[in-house]
T-cell receptor
């Protein structure tokens, strides 16, 4: 069964540094998402992406965040200057059709020190 | 009111028990409903979609009450492997809107 893959599985970075989280969505999917989950809290929507542009973003997704689909397969989330409170599990998800169930990757655990 | 609210957990049940989870959502325009399960420190995985007429998948039954904005999940004959956090997921509004998650209800099935 096709999978969403994310790399790295764990990233440790210092406050103020830039990080790029990488995702390869399922190949015939058209809608891509980033969610995050702070330890012990709920899964929170960050951003959705369709047709090479952001379709919606949450208030968490401020100017420090950006997404890109640099080629036909990768989907990246960049955090420009990380803060301690950015420490969380970041999940990439994709789906073929709008409002269909999301397929999640294994996640990247980001630790900001 | 929170977008998606779930029973607070944890639920500790013996093997073979029947357990029910409830969820309410705030926006009557929401159209897509799902139950996901999440194991500790893992990604959410789709358990089942929830349809207006209710639906069943083996030991799992999901119900939707649009008038009350209420979704339920029933697990019959609980197995040890059912131990996980169950997440109620709803799209935020009608049309092309992102899915939003409840905080989840933790289930522990004990031998």
């Amino acid at each position: 069964e096709p999978e969403v893959t994310q790399t790295p599985s764990h990233q440790v970075t210092q406050m103020g540094q830039e990080v790029i989280l990488r995702c390869v969505p399922i190949s015939n999917h058209l809608y891509f998402y980033w969610y995050r989950q702070i330890l012990g809290q709920k899964v929170e929507f960050l951003v959705s992406f369709y047709n090479n542009e952001i379709s919606e973003k949450s208030e968490i997704f401020d100017d420090q965040f950006s997404v890109e689909r640099p080629d036909g397969s990768n989907f990246t989330l960049k955090i420009r200057s990380t803060k301690l409170e950015d420490s969380a599990m970041y999940f990439c998800a994709s789906t073929r059709e709008n409002n269909s169930p999301l397929h999640f990757g294994n996640g990247t655990r980001l630790t900001v020190t | 009111r929170k977008e998606v609210e779930q029973d607070p957990g944890p639920f500790n049940v013996p093997e073979g028990a029947t357990v029910a989870f409830n969820c309410t959502y705030s926006n009557s325009a929401s159209q897509s409903f799902f139950w996901y399960r999440q194991d500790c420190r893992k990604e959410p995985k789709l358990l089942m979609s929830v349809y207006s007429s209710g639906n069943e998948d083996g030991r799992f039954t999901a119900q939707l009450n649009r008038a009350s904005q209420y979704i339920s999940l029933l697990i019959r004959d609980s197995k040890l492997s059912d131990s996980a956090t169950y997440l109620c997921v709803v799209n935020r509004d009608s049309g092309n809107t992102p899915l939003v998650f409840g905080k989840g209800t933790r289930l522990s099935v004990i031998a």
